[in-house]
């Protein structure tokens, strides 16, 4: 789901948009990292917050809200950047069909307002085409039958599975009560996509996109304030940079939650001088502080490193992956049934069993670039983008979904299990 950020560029969305993990630090057990099989991508890239990439053409598409009319939705398309989609030809067609199946119908970018069987895109690049002669230089994808402007009808839309025998077939419809529908935005880069998103059905109880404030865009509460840290570009949108004696205060609402996965996007400048697992010496780009009850990764100058401590007295477990600096990395890392998790950009590096539940207990702060004043030695230097935080255990495919795009699309696509 990322976040359809500045998403992602989220959802802000990525953001997306939204992501979760984050890693921590204590004494545990060490997994063997093996290279991952090879396996074929999908055609998409999404983001959390349903914004998806065709990887064809580079362009990003996401729905409009339900139930507008063509206006409508081509006004809220420009209010996020783009227009309603131009279709290019027959891949591109193929591509919307798959990729956006269950919409039944949609609106489309094609039109002939200005002049009647005169259809053009909205973009006045997709070529023409009159219905008179029933030819022109776009591509068409008409329902047999159609267009018929049956009682001026003079905006098109796509219908799924097929519209008079044409599969994904193309009809024309009035910009009326009767025929409001979703539309299909096409856009360069995804936007932020805040406004009536249902957090809660992605169990998404604090999102932090970093896009020059630090407002948790769930509503419930959990905004920070930025203490010295500097804002900057981000994965998507912006971010912050944290100096090693700058941070971010989190005003945390979501404490005593028996599941929770943590999400985050981080890219170091300097990691630490000491290698795991010599003390508790491993730099935190993000830190729930409890009374010996911490929640953080730590990243360490040969590893990293998750730690969310239990009831039972189970402290942090660590990968033997190294962390390069100077390269975005995604984090995600949680506990829930019985295990203590996570995953690097999309893989998961940590499967622990656990017995005892999360300990909440003798909470002091939450804090985005900080460890402590005792040990300023172990404050992120580097940057933090996109900080999630969900109410459940995500899936092996959510957590790939929250990591595409890591390291300037090294691992762009994700794919199913």
Same mark, same amino acid.
């Given at each position: ?33 093996? @290279?991952?099989?090879?396996? #074929?991508?999908?055609? #998409? ?7 998806? !990439? ?11 809200? @339900? ?16 227009? &309603?989609?131009?279709?290019? =030809? ?21 039109? =002939?307002?200005?002049? #009647? ?13 009159? %219905? ?13 039958? !159609?267009?018929? *402007? ?5 905006? %098109?839309?796509?219908?799924? @599975? ?52 630090? /407002? ?5 509460? *959990? ?9 900057? *570009? ?41 290698? /795991? ?74 499967? #622990? ?48 979904? &929250? ?12 794919? !199913?299990?």
């Amino acid at each position: 789901m990322r976040i359809g950020k500045s998403t992602a560029a989220r959802l802000r969305t990525g953001r997306a948009l939204t992501d979760f993990l984050l890693l921590f630090a204590m004494v545990g057990v060490t997994l063997q990292i093996f @290279p991952s099989q090879a396996i #074929e991508p999908s055609r #998409e890239k999404s983001t959390v917050f349903d914004w998806r !990439e065709n990887t064809q053409n580079g362009h990003w598409y996401r729905l409009t809200e @339900p139930d507008l009319s063509w206006l409508e939705a081509e006004s809220q398309a420009q209010s996020k950047g783009g227009h &309603l989609v131009t279709i290019n =030809d027959a891949t591109e067609q193929e591509w919307i069909y798959n990729h956006f199946a269950d919409s039944k119908r949609i609106w489309i970018g094609f039109t =002939d307002m200005g002049q #009647e069987g005169h259809w053009t895109w909205l973009t006045n690049d997709g070529g023409i085409w009159d %219905a008179t002669a029933m030819s022109g230089t776009s591509y068409t994808n008409w329902g047999v039958g !159609e267009p018929n *402007n049956n009682a001026d009808e003079d905006y %098109a839309l796509m219908v799924w @599975p097929d519209w008079n025998g044409v599969i994904g077939g193309w009809t024309d419809g009035k910009d009326s009560v009767g025929n409001r529908s979703y539309g299909l935005i096409e856009a360069s880069q995804p936007t932020p996509w805040y406004d009536n998103y249902d957090f809660a059905s992605k169990g998404v109880v604090a999102y932090w996109p970093l896009d020059g404030t630090a /407002e948790d865009v769930t509503g419930n509460g *959990n905004d920070g304030i930025v203490v010295g840290a500097t804002p900057t *570009n981000g994965m998507f949108g912006g971010s912050y940079h944290f100096d090693g004696t700058s941070y971010i205060d989190l005003n945390e609402n979501y404490s005593g939650l028996n599941e929770i996965t943590y999400s985050l996007w981080f890219k170091a400048d300097v990691l630490s001088a000491y290698p /795991e697992p010599e003390g508790h010496h491993g730099r935190v780009p993000f830190r729930h502080r409890g009374d010996f009850a911490d929640h953080n990764p730590s990243v360490w100058s040969n590893r990293m490193s998750v730690s969310i401590h239990d009831l039972d007295g189970n402290p942090y477990a660590d990968t033997t992956l190294p962390i390069s600096t100077q390269a975005w990395h995604h984090l995600a890392y949680g506990y829930g049934d019985g295990t203590l998790f996570a995953y690097l950009d999309g893989e998961k590096v940590i499967d #622990e069993p656990r017995t005892g539940s999360i300990d909440w207990s003798n909470y002091m702060w939450t804090r985005i670039g900080y460890h402590s004043s005792n040990y300023e030695f172990l404050n992120w230097i580097g940057e933090v983008d996109e900080v999630v935080v969900f109410n459940r255990v995500i899936s092996p495919y959510e957590a790939r979904l &929250l990591a595409s795009d890591a390291n300037d699309n090294d691992i762009a696509d994700f794919w !199913e299990d």
